[in-house]
């Protein structure tokens, strides 16, 4: 599975930004793959952000972000979407997408460890 990871940029506190990911490859499988968003400062572990099946029935997301970040799927495009909204200057990290196979259907969705599959991770700076 590969994954590319796009949209990072430089924003303002409260502004908005859309980061996308695209997933391909001989072993991804809609049917096979839940998508996530994960987020690390250094120094820091990785940190669950969002996660989505790619028929967008299943969605969550960390306390930090409720309300403010929203995940969704495309399925014709295989490309999911975090749209953030209302970013402050903790938001600020390298934002990994990363994609959970069945084989690690037994390990918490919400840890890094559940997941097989990772992008090269994009940097969202929020500017106080």
């Known amino acids: 599975v590969q994954l590319q990871a796009s949209g990072g940029g430089l924003v303002q506190s409260g502004d908005s930004l859309r980061l996308s990911c695209a997933a391909s490859?001989?072993?991804?499988?809609?049917?096979?793959?839940?998508m996530g968003w994960f987020r690390q400062n250094p120094g820091k572990e990785r940190e669950f952000v969002a996660r989505?099946?790619?028929?967008?029935?299943?969605?969550s997301y960390s306390d930090s972000v409720r309300g403010r970040f929203t995940i969704s799927a495309d399925n014709t495009l295989n490309i999911v979407y975090l749209q953030m909204s209302s970013l402050r200057p903790e938001d600020t990290a390298v934002h990994f997408c990363?994609?959970?196979?069945?084989?690690?259907?037994?390990?918490?969705?919400?840890?890094?460890?559940?997941?097989?599959?990772w992008g090269q991770g994009t940097l969202v700076t929020v500017s106080s």
């Open positions: 990363a994609a959970r196979s069945l084989s690690r259907r037994f390990i918490s969705p919400d840890s890094q460890a559940g997941y097989d599959s």
């Open positions: 490859g001989r072993t991804f499988s809609r049917h096979r793959h839940v």
């Open positions: 989505v099946t790619w028929d967008g029935g299943v969605t």
